[in-house]
């Protein structure tokens, strides 16, 4: 198989119509698929425009954070860009709260302003908020599912696997 960095070159790659390659390289498969999820880093670039571009619904996940808010609002700009240009059928399937400290002033403060921004723009709020826990990464570390580690990591699984049936509708 490519390497991940040989595919990124040819989607972000000048050319005629570069923004629709990872969406018509998926209209093949599209239909073998429940649910295609493409994961992208937190910049607003050529493969971040090709993903939503190819979406039929972004998933944003912010921070309670003041830099995140300020994100937040850059990339919701972003995708009322691609709509327009590229995609009119993109839609904000929902907002996640992540690594959320709700015991700290900034935590509580900053999730306010973002539930706040999310309201006043009608995008809906996926619950509860993620918890700022280590399990993530020392299941990752150990290479094991979330649902298989501590009461930690099946704390954070049972929040996944909410936000599927809050986006999905199924149970």
Request: aromatic share 4%.
């Amino acid at each position: 198989g490519e390497t991940l960095g040989v595919v990124r070159d040819q989607l972000v790659v000048a050319g005629a119509a570069r923004e629709g390659r990872l969406s018509r390289a998926l209209e093949a498969v599209r239909g073998d698929y429940d649910l295609i999820l493409i994961d992208c880093g937190p910049n607003l670039d050529q493969l971040v425009i090709n993903a939503l571009t190819a979406a039929d619904g972004a998933l944003v996940v912010t921070q309670t954070k003041l830099w995140s808010a300020n994100g937040l609002a850059k990339l919701l700009d972003t995708i009322t860009q691609v709509q327009q240009s590229y995609n009119p059928r993109l839609r904000v399937a929902g907002v996640v709260l992540n690594q959320h400290e709700s015991r700290t002033v900034g935590g509580g403060h900053w999730a306010s302003e973002i539930e706040a921004a999310a309201e006043a723009r009608g995008l809906p709020l996926l619950t509860p908020p993620v918890p700022k826990r280590q399990a993530i990464a020392d299941a990752t570390e150990e290479s094991i599912g979330l649902d298989e580690g501590d009461a930690d990591s099946r704390e954070l699984a049972a929040i996944y696997d909410g936000y599927l049936t809050q986006l999905t509708g199924r149970n």
